[in-house]
Every structure is written in structure tokens, then in C-alpha cells.
């Protein structure tokens, strides 16, 4: 098996051999001296992620992947080595899969009417959810939830938890001062 670069990877008409060996390369967090950063990496990056992660087909796709996640241009991603790639491929695709779980734990856990939600048509809003998050802080904080995106996604996941924990703190508030009266 030759060392190659992702554009001779990309040019051979057989990738089987190399497919079968490298997808099982220990993830790594680190391409071309890059890493992806948890604290920089922002809301509109992390679902350009996701996105591209369902929907990617092609190298070009993964390209523009490793371009977000990595902060990189086109042509380092082209002249980097095949095992740095499916290594650095390995870790976004384990970063994905960790941050959904994460995020599906965090947000179920913010909607503890989900029931009452559901029966009052909050399913027909399920084509939204990437942007959801957004309108709720928006609405919080007087912002268009377009400025949002360029945020930290970590920032957004915890102001969302941070306000669910206060409503339910302020709620239980008002129900013993009531209580006390």
C-alpha cells in the first residue's frame, strides 16, 4: 500500500484496499498541524457539519468538511496524507456523533412539557430545528436569531440550558411565594 495524498487517493480507480484498512485508523483531532476547536467552532459550523455529514457524497463534500472543522484551505486538504485524512475523518465523524447525543440530552431534557408540546402541534416545527435554538434565544434576548449563528455552538447549547434551569428555578420560586402568602 502506497503512501498517498488525498488527490491521488482521489484519482485511483479502486480505493477498496485503502478504504478497508484506513477506515479503521484510531480518530484523531488533528489534520495539517489543525485542530477542531470546542470553543471556536461556531452554531452555523457545527450544523454546516451535520449537514454535510448526512448529505456528503463525494470528496468534495468531505473537503468542505475538513475546511470547517479545521479551519484549513482546499489545497492543504488536497496535499494531505490519506492516513492523516481518514484518522482526522474518524474523530469529526465521532465528534458528530458525540454532539448530537449531547445535544438530543440537553434539549430533552430543557422540554419537560414535551407532552403538553406535542399535542399542541409542536411537531409541525420539527422542519426548524436547526434553527429553533435560535428563535428561543432571540426571543430571550430581544436578537435576531440570524446574529446568533456566528456564536459558539457551545454557547448556545448552554444559554438554552442555562434558561431552562432558571424558568424551572423562577417557576418554583413563584409557586412557594404564593404558597407563603
Known amino acids: 500500500m502506497d503512501k498517498l495524498t488525498i488527490k491521488q487517493y482521489?484519482?485511483?480507480?479502486?480505493?477498496?484496499?485503502?478504504?478497508?484498512?484506513?477506515?479503521?485508523?484510531?480518530?484523531?483531532?488533528?489534520?495539517c498541524n489543525s485542530k477542531l476547536d470546542y470553543n471556536k467552532i461556531t452554531y452555523a459550523e457545527v450544523r454546516k457539519l451535520f449537514y454535510l455529514s448526512n448529505n456528503g457524497k463525494t470528496l468534495d463534500d468531505m473537503c468542505n468538511m475538513f475546511v470547517i472543522a479545521f479551519n484549513i484551505d482546499k489545497q492543504t486538504f488536497w496535499s494531505a496524507s490519506i492516513e492523516e485524512y481518514f484518522s482526522a475523518k474518524n474523530y469529526i465523524v465521532k465528534?458528530?456523533?458525540?454532539?448530537?447525543?449531547?445535544?438530543?440530552?440537553?434539549?430533552?431534557?430543557?422540554?419537560a412539557d414535551a407532552g403538553l408540546w406535542e399535542q399542541a402541534?409542536?411537531?409541525?416545527?420539527?422542519?426548524?430545528?436547526?434553527?429553533?435554538?435560535?428563535?428561543?434565544?432571540?426571543?430571550?434576548?430581544?436578537?435576531?436569531?440570524?446574529?446568533?449563528?456566528?456564536?459558539?455552538?457551545?454557547?448556545?447549547?448552554?444559554?438554552?440550558?442555562?434558561?431552562?434551569?432558571?424558568?424551572?428555578?423562577?417557576?418554583?420560586?413563584?409557586?412557594?411565594?404564593?404558597k407563603k402568602k
Open 121 to 178: 402541534g409542536g411537531s409541525t416545527l420539527n422542519v426548524f430545528s436547526d434553527l429553533m435554538p435560535l428563535v428561543q434565544l432571540g426571543e430571550i434576548y430581544g436578537i435576531y436569531p440570524y446574529d446568533l449563528q456566528n456564536k459558539a455552538y457551545n454557547e448556545i447549547l448552554t444559554l438554552l440550558v442555562l434558561h431552562n434551569k432558571k424558568s424551572k428555578v423562577q417557576s418554583k420560586f413563584n409557586e412557594l411565594r404564593s
Open 10 to 31: 482521489s484519482q485511483l480507480f479502486d480505493t477498496l484496499e485503502y478504504d478497508l484498512i484506513l477506515n479503521a485508523l484510531k480518530p484523531l483531532n488533528k489534520f
Open 95 to 111: 465528534y458528530l456523533k458525540d454532539t448530537q447525543e449531547k445535544e438530543v440530552k440537553l434539549l430533552k431534557s430543557i422540554d
